[in-house]
């Protein structure tokens, strides 16, 4: 059984920064994919950024330069550093895993950008 358990999120204001974490539980394949998606009130859960199994990173074109994504394949963990953060990056963020075939969620975690 795998299971996602999110940390972290918040309140922040804007260009400030934010760290989101997610622990992985059971057999995992260090070739799956960990990734991060957020969705905003009224919009579709999109891809923010995602790290391959043993492959570099891809995000999202809206947060280059700005958001970066780690993974450690040892504790089967992953995070996401947030970095200048804007009011657009208000969302629920959540963690996710693909493995086997199969999606696996976090909880979610919301972050919310506002002076």
């Known amino acids: 059984q795998v299971q996602l358990v999110q940390s972290g999120g918040g309140l922040v204001e804007p260009g400030g920064s934010l760290r989101l974490s997610c622990a992985a539980s059971g057999s995992i394949s260090g070739f799956s994919v960990m990734g991060w998606y957020r969705q905003a009130p009224g919009k579709q859960r999109a891809l923010v950024a995602n790290?391959?199994?043993?492959?570099?990173?891809n995000y999202a074109d809206s947060v280059k330069g700005r958001f970066t994504v780690s993974r450690d394949y040892a504790r089967n963990t992953e995070s996401l550093e947030m970095n200048s953060l804007k009011p657009e990056d208000t969302a629920d963020y959540y963690c996710?895993?693909?493995?086997?075939?199969?999606?696996?969620w976090g909880q979610g975690t919301q972050v919310t950008v506002s002076s």
């Open positions: 790290i391959p199994g043993f492959g570099r990173p």
């Open positions: 996710n895993l693909k493995h086997r075939g199969n999606d696996y």
